[in-house]
T-cell receptor, first 111, second 113 residues
Framework: EDQVTQSPEALRLQEGESSSLNCSYT??????LFWYRQDPGKGPEFLFT???AGEEKEKERLKATLTKKESFLHITAPKPEDSATYLC????????????FGTGTQLKVEL | DAGVIQSPRHEVTEMGQEVTLRCKPI?????LFWYRQTMMRGLELLIY????????DSGMPEDRFSAKMPNASFSTLKIQPSEPRDSAVYFC???????????FGQGTRLTVV
């Protein structure tokens, strides 16, 4: 069965304390892996798409990487405004345009 | 573009009543998705359309749920009759073409009492 698992469920960091979020997947064939950010009371906001192992994408303090089994979202020197829930989703072969989401990592960055 | 627009933002209804959620996708997008988000199950895809045609409705929980897309700029998700377990945030999203990232609306928070 196709599954997406994110860890940790929650993460508390001090401002400037770098860390990584994990998204592991078991799918029959990966077409794409997506990272979204969700703020309370809002819809998910698109961050990155990764298509093949070895691919990396960067945006400000965020960097996403992809291997054959997992993806990491690295947060370098985070700021309080990076606090949000980060969601990972996959599209898999035979799944059409369906996005299967993980349950997310709730990140809080404190001063 | 104003993005994906959903209405209403909040809906409180009594068990047994009919509920209709509305969505206007981003102009030019040919895929439209309906998702439901709960604390227990996270984000689940209910149904998606391509060029106004339903492609995959395997996530629709039961016959009480129905979705339509009469034209490229409007879609509805209807629950009849509603039950307390339907309480959740319902999101609509649209995307430009196959495999491309989806853009989400602000969601409709539904409470069934």
């Amino acid at each position: 069965e196709d599954q997406v698992t994110q860890s940790p469920e929650a993460l508390r960091l001090q401002e400037g304390e770098s860390s990584s979020l994990n998204c592991s997947y078991t799918v029959s064939g990966l077409r794409g892996l997506f990272w979204y950010r969700q703020d309370p009371g809002k819809g998910p906001e698109f961050l990155f798409t990764l298509y093949s192992a070895g691919e990396e994408k960067e945006k400000e303090r965020l960097k996403a990487t992809l291997t054959k089994k997992e993806s990491f979202l690295h947060i370098t020197a985070p700021k309080p405004e990076d606090s949000a829930t980060y969601l990972c989703a996959v599209q898999f072969t035979g799944g059409g345009n369906k996005l299967t989401f993980g349950t997310g990592t709730q990140l809080k960055v404190e001063l | 573009d104003a993005g994906v627009i959903q209405s209403p933002r909040h809906e409180v209804t009594e068990m047994g009543q009919e509920v209709t959620l509305r969505c206007k996708p981003i102009s030019g997008h040919d895929y439209l998705f309906w998702y439901r988000q709960t604390m227990m199950r996270g984000l689940e895809l209910l149904i998606y359309f391509n060029n106004n045609v339903p492609i995959d409705d395997s996530g629709m929980p039961e016959d009480r749920f129905s979705a339509k897309m009469p034209n490229a700029s409007f879609s509805t998700l209807k629950i009849q009759p509603s039950e307390p377990r339907d309480s959740a945030v319902y999101f609509c999203a649209s995307s430009f073409y196959r495999g491309h990232e989806a853009f989400f609306g602000q969601g409709t928070r539904l409470t069934v009492v």
